[in-house]
Every structure is written in structure tokens, then in C-alpha cells.
């Protein structure tokens, strides 16, 4: 959370706010999601409005979600239909965020925001 409101404060957004009440579902999403294969695969579980993850990066949770986070923000570079994790992290209607991480056996690293007003 605090690293997405590093971001937000680079374009004088409010910081969000942590959704603890969500967390433990958000790493189960994670763990779901790790075991499809497949992003988003649980995406709602949680009554997340919206979603970004990281999926099988490799590190330690708490190194790799610095340039993950950083790529999704960069992608503000990018043409409109590609920037939907940014638009995600900078968007004023959500107020709360959970973050959530698994790591899997062979230590890739899943690991999602969920988003919500």
C-alpha cells in the first residue's frame, strides 16, 4: 500500500487507505490464481471493484512488488488501451486497497491489489 501511495502522491492524490479486511481473501485469490496459471482467475471473491497483479515474478514479496508497482505506474506512457493498471492505482473513486501475496513452491511470487471505493 504505502509504495501505491508513493506513486499517488507523485500526481497530488490521496493516499488510499488499507483494506484489512480484505487481505486474507486477497492472498487466497493470490494462491488461486498461482495455481490456474492464469491472472484475475478469482477476481470478485473479495468485492473488489478493481484488480492489478504481479504473477510468478521472482524475489522476495516485499522486492519485487517495488518494480512491479513501478511498471504499472510507467505504463501512463503508454497509448489509453494500455494503461489500465495505472489508471487503477491513480483513480480517485477507490479508496481502500489490499494487497495480498503467495509464494509458490518453487518461489515465484503472486501477488495482488484490490481495489475499492
Known amino acids: 500500500m504505502s509504495e501505491i501511495n508513493k506513486w499517488r502522491a507523485t500526481e497530488n492524490l490521496p493516499p488510499l487507505q488499507r483494506w484489512n479486511a480484505a487481505e486474507t481473501c486477497t492472498d487466497g485469490e493470490c494462491k488461486t490464481d498461482s495455481e490456474t496459471g492464469k491472472s484475475h482467475s478469482a477476481f470478485g471473491r473479495c468485492t473488489e471493484q478493481a484488480q492489478n497483479e504481479c504473477p510468478g515474478w521472482s524475489g522476495k514479496p516485499e522486492q ?12 501512463k506512457f503508454k497509448p489509453a488501451a494500455e494503461q489500465g493498471h495505472y489508471i487503477n492505482m491513480k483513480n480517485t473513486r477507490y479508496t481502500k486497497v489490499a494487497c495480498g501475496f503467495y509464494v509458490t513452491p518453487a518461489g515465484k511470487v503472486w501477488a ?4 475499492r471505493p
Open 64 to 75: 519485487m512488488i517495488v518494480g512491479c508497482l513501478k511498471m504499472m505506474w510507467d505504463e
Open 112 to 115: 495482488i491489489q484490490n481495489f
